[in-house]
Each structure stands twice: as structure tokens, then as C-alpha cells.
């Protein structure tokens, strides 16, 4: 088998393509200055390296306006953003029982302060009925959120049904796009979502410490921190322009180099091309252990309810155990445990032990996806011997 086989692209993409070392190296050499602070040519080209990566980023999510993509930290802080800037105590909000924490955490603070919340239930599966997020709108309702794809078992969400839901009830609908921004078509105009958080580190294939926040126009949100922005400098409140009125402080440059140069890779591949890749890799995994009897798969039947990542569990091992076994015996890196999403394993049955959880990129081959189902078949065959769970010979 492969010496290093990296199935954790759900938690942060690996390998970066070779363009977004160089575009790294190109910062540090060139455009090492502080963008909008200053006017001498190190600002400036630090200032053009960040306009481009939010140009990039509103072509490959369709955004008219690039001025709408507010650059962040990550998926988490882009959630926080619009969640805390859009609710007040005697609001309500909806969201589904899959959700990170980056969405829960949020609300159920939230909640504690006077915020009404409705968590809609999804079928074993992940996938969630339209009708069911309709039926729990009230006169109140000021937020519906929902993830597009989700990070324990890759079900897609109808987010297309569920934007025209709360359009039709006036209420702004925020996706959270951290598995499926670079890794499935998202064109936010077309859909009519009014705010996506999205990360930079996974699909996208830019760095640790990037991410943003597509915000519809007509779409204002509370900023939720204010401070420099290098822009109306003779005034002591925050700008009420886009995209300053979200953007306090000095960005990382060098991050959003690496995330240009990323997103201009897969501009170049096709996402449509990632998406099918991914997708015939998760169907070869299922396909390959469908026979194993004691290995679960979760998640859709039907691929095209899925994005590229899975989990599973083998029968009377944890997910621990296999983890560990598939890292130091078979070179198989992936991530195991509850993924930050606890809703999700109760949905699943899962909770509190979790699952194994494979996510694939673009970089993942079917021959790595075959020495995956080898090592899991083995993994198997030995579980359903030994009632005790000691570490099989590779």
C-alpha cells in the first residue's frame, strides 16, 4: 500500500497545489506590506493581492458584486458575523439537527439571551424535507440557517428549496459552506441565497487562517467587530460601506495569496470536474466494502445527495480503534470522533462514540480509494474474530 494516504481533506485540504507555494513565496518577496494602510508600492501590491482573491472568490461563487465578499478568519468567524449580526432577543430562528458547532454554538448562546430556535429534525440519513423547515416558520422568524454539505456524512441539503422558502417568507437564509465551496457548484445568484460562510483551507485549497462571507445585496448585518479598516480615517465610527463596515483590522495577506492563487486552480480544473471526481470516489469506497457485514456506511443511498466525504464504523471496534489502526498501520490518515457536529451523530445513531470519517479532494486517486476498502476489509475481518480490539498485523 501507499506509504501516506490522505483522507482528512474534510478537515483541511492536503496537498496544496504547487501555485499556492509560489504565490507564498511571490508575497514574501514582493508585496510583504500592509494592504490600504499606507501608498508606497509594498501597500499597494499587498492591496492588489487581496482585491484579487476577493475577485476570485466572486467568480467561483457567482457573486456580481466582489465588494459582497467579506474576507475572514475562517467559515466560523463569516458564521458568527451574520448569526450575531442578525438576531436580537424575541427573534426565532431555524436551523437543522446536523449543524457544526460553528452554526450551534451561536444559536444556543443566543438562546440564553431571549433568541427563539426551532431545530428541525433530519431523517436517519442526514437529508433534511423543505416542508418541515417551512412548517416551523412563525411571525418572528428572522433566520433560517443550514449547512450545504455536511461534515460527518457528505448529505447535501435542498438549499435551493430552502432559499425559496424564506424568500417567500421575507427571511434572510444563511448556508454554511465549509465542505462544498471549490467542491460542488454554488452560484449564489442563481439560488438567491442571501449570505454564505464559506472556508478557505478545505475545497478551495487556500491556507489555514482565510475564509469569508458572501452577503446578498440589501443584506446588512451588525458588524460584529469594528476598528481599523484603513478607510475614513478622519471618522471614530465604523464605515458603513462593503466591504470595510466587516473588515476591522489587518487581514492576512499572505493567506489570502495562497487562497487566490488556490481558487484560481480550481477555476482552471472546473468544479464541475471536482465534483464528479469526488463523487466517484465516495461511490467506489461504498461500492467496495458493501459487501462487508459489519462495516456501516452512513449517509444517502444516492450519490448525487452527497459531496466528498463519507463516515462509516466497523462493528465492535470504536472509531478511535480504526483510526488509529488506519494511521499506524496502514499509512491512512483520516479523522475520527463526534467532527464538531454532535446533532449529527444523534441523527446518525452515532453518538457519543462518532465515526470514522473519510473526505476526499481532488487529489485523492481510485487506486488510494481501493488501498482505503483493502485496509478497512482487513480491519473488518479481523473485528469479526476478535471480540477484544488489539491492534491487528498489517
Known sequence: MTSTIYFDNAATSWPKPPAVRAALDDYFGEGGGNPGRSGHRMSIAAARIVEDARDLLAEILNAADSARIILTKNATEGLNVAIYGTLAPGDHAITSHIEHNSVMRPLRHLESEGVELTVVENAPD?????DAVRAAIRPNTRLITTLHGSNVMGTLLPIAELASIAR????????????TAGALPLDVEALGIDMVAFTGHKALLGLTGTGGLYLREGVTPRPFMRGGTGSRSDVEHQPDFLPDAYESGTLNVAGFAGLAAGVRHLLEVGVDNVAVHERSLVDRFR????????????????????CGVLSFNVDGLTSSEVGTLLDQQYGIMCRVGLHCAPGAHQTLGTFPTGTVRFGFSL?????????????VSEIAAWASNHPDPVAPDA
Do not use: K, M
Request: avoid cysteine; charged fraction near 25%; hydrophobic fraction near 35%.
Open 168 to 179: 417567500d417568507g421575507g427571511i434572510p437564509f444563511l448556508v454554511d459552506a465549509s465542505q
Open 287 to 306: 461500492s467496495g466494502v458493501a459487501d462487508l457485514g459489519n462495516v456501516v456506511v452512513h449517509g444517502p443511498a444516492d450519490i448525487e445527495q452527497r
Open 126 to 130: 442526514g437529508t433534511l424535507d423543505p
Open 363 to 375: 487529489e485523492n486517486t481510485p487506486e488510494e480509494i481501493d488501498d482505503g476498502i483493502a485496509a
